[in-house]
């Protein structure tokens, strides 16, 4: 028995050992981690192959501090369970240095606890709960603009644009429920009050009542929290209805499929977004063009700000000149009008928050697109 216990010592040694000489031996290890199957899983495969490109691309150009870079790309299938156990397997078995992800934010708040505890960095750029940034977790980053941000813009549009009656219906997680404090923290401070506010289950399809219930309060700007399955069927059952309401999301709903989802439903929904394809900046072009010429369809919202959070990972390990995880993420947290994507991009180094602001659009059936409608910095 002790001879059989020495042996696994020995191979538990020695797996430490060759996983830690990976990020020594001319190889950089980088995790990610998205929901590649189930619900979500349109939107992490976006995020993934946006992921792959920037490394292919990265390596293309000698890698970095004459490193190639490696992804480790796990399934979490939008289970917090599940991404609390792959961040433990990047982290222990691969000796990743950092890493991306996750995409839903009950999946990125459930490894906040791991990354406080091991020092791995860790950045986000789908998850926008409020709690992502707030809860004093010195390893993580968002790089896309949150539920805050996201909020602020289109209830300040919507007055501005003669809304009077805003009401909100949202999934009943953290995601759903980051979005409505959100919002009413957006209405008091514009010391006005939600028309209503009704939410539902992950799983359930049928929505009539909480829209019933909504159109009843009077509400005329209808804001959909969730993500773009769900928000797909609430648009879908509201003009069923007869409902003729104008809706209003943030990132979560948007996507290429949305159009396919919800049908002509979808015509004139106004969301808040960080990037759009149809932007005439140069870098936003090529991305474009790369992405398609390499996956064969075109890049989603999830893509573009998954491809920034790889970008800006590598321009932090490029300037902190070393593997080192804390300086990493000291190099990550000090970012400055970065150019992505998204636009200039800066992040808070006291929380790790994303700065700027966001972009309207509407949708067009028509073109199956959004038309751009104004760059958006709301109002303090």
């Known amino acids: 028995m002790k001879f059989k216990s020495i042996i696994v010592c020995l191979a538990m040694l020695v797996a430490t050992f060759s996983a830690s000489l990976g990020n020594a031996q001319g190889v950089i290890k980088i995790g990610a981690i998205g929901p590649l199957t189930g619900g979500s899983s349109i939107a992490g495969l976006d995020e993934r192959d946006a992921k792959v490109l920037a490394v292919e691309e990265i390596n293309g150009k000698g890698g970095i501090l004459g490193k190639k870079v490696e992804l480790y790309s796990e399934d979490d299938a939008s289970q917090p369970s599940q991404s609390a156990t792959v961040a433990m397997k990047l982290i222990n078995q691969e000796d990743v240095v950092a890493i991306l992800g996750a995409h839903n934010s009950p999946c990125t708040l459930a490894v906040m606890q791991i990354i406080a505890r091991t020092g791995v960095s860790l950045i986000t750029s789908g998850s926008t709960s409020p709690k992502v940034t707030q809860g004093g977790n010195e390893w993580i980053t968002r790089v896309s603009p949150p539920d805050s941000v996201q909020a602020t813009a289109l209830i300040q549009y919507a007055f501005f644009n003669g809304f009077k009656n805003i009401?909100?219906?949202?999934?009943?997680?953290?995601?759903?429920?980051?979005?409505?404090?959100?919002?009413?923290?957006?209405?008091?401070?514009?010391?006005?009050?939600?028309?209503?506010?009704?939410?539902?289950?992950?799983?359930?399809?049928?929505?009539?009542?909480?829209?019933?219930?909504?159109?009843?309060?009077?509400?005329?700007?209808?804001?959909?929290?969730?993500?773009?399955?769900?928000?797909?069927?609430?648009?879908?059952?509201?003009?069923?209805?007869?409902?003729?309401?104008?809706?209003?999301?943030?990132?979560?709903?948007?996507?290429?499929?949305?159009?396919?989802?919800?049908?002509?439903?979808?015509?004139?929904?106004?969301?808040?977004?960080?990037?759009?394809?149809?932007?005439?900046?140069?870098?936003?072009?090529?991305?474009?063009?790369?992405?398609?010429?390499?996956?064969?369809?075109?890049?989603?919202?999830?893509?573009?700000?998954?491809?920034?959070?790889?970008?800006?990972?590598?321009?932090?390990?490029?300037?902190?000149?070393?593997?080192?995880?804390?300086?990493?993420?000291?190099?990550?947290?000090?970012?400055?009008?970065?150019?992505?994507?998204?636009?200039?991009?800066?992040?808070?180094?006291?929380?790790?928050?994303?700065?700027?602001?966001?972009?309207?659009?509407?949708?067009?059936?028509?073109?199956?697109?959004?038309?751009?409608?104004?760059?958006?910095?709301?109002?303090?």
């Not at 209805?241 to 106004?270: C, D, K, S």
């Not at 200039?344 to 994303?354: C, M």
């Open 167 to 380: 009401g909100i219906i949202y999934l009943n997680d953290d995601y759903g429920k980051g979005g409505l404090l959100a919002v009413e923290a957006t209405m008091k401070n514009l010391d006005k009050k939600l028309a209503g506010a009704e939410s539902f289950m992950s799983g359930d399809k049928d929505m009539r009542a909480q829209l019933t219930k909504l159109k009843k309060q009077g509400v005329d700007a209808l804001l959909i929290w969730t993500n773009y399955v769900d928000g797909s069927l609430v648009m879908r059952q509201a003009r069923e209805m007869g409902w003729n309401v104008q809706f209003f999301t943030g990132t979560g709903v948007v996507h290429n499929r949305t159009f396919e989802l919800v049908g002509p439903a979808y015509e004139g929904t106004i969301h808040s977004v960080p990037y759009t394809q149809n932007s005439p900046e140069k870098n936003v072009q090529d991305f474009v063009k790369a992405f398609e010429k390499r996956f064969g369809r075109s890049p989603s919202q999830p893509a573009a700000r998954a491809y920034d959070s790889a970008k800006i990972l590598f321009a932090a390990i490029e300037k902190a000149g070393s593997l080192e995880k804390r300086d990493i993420q000291k190099e990550i947290r000090n970012i400055k009008n970065f150019k992505g994507l998204q636009g200039d991009i800066s992040i808070n180094p006291e929380n790790g928050e994303y700065e700027g602001g966001v972009m309207i659009v509407k949708a067009n059936y028509e073109k199956r697109d959004f038309d751009f409608i104004e760059n958006f910095v709301p109002r303090k």
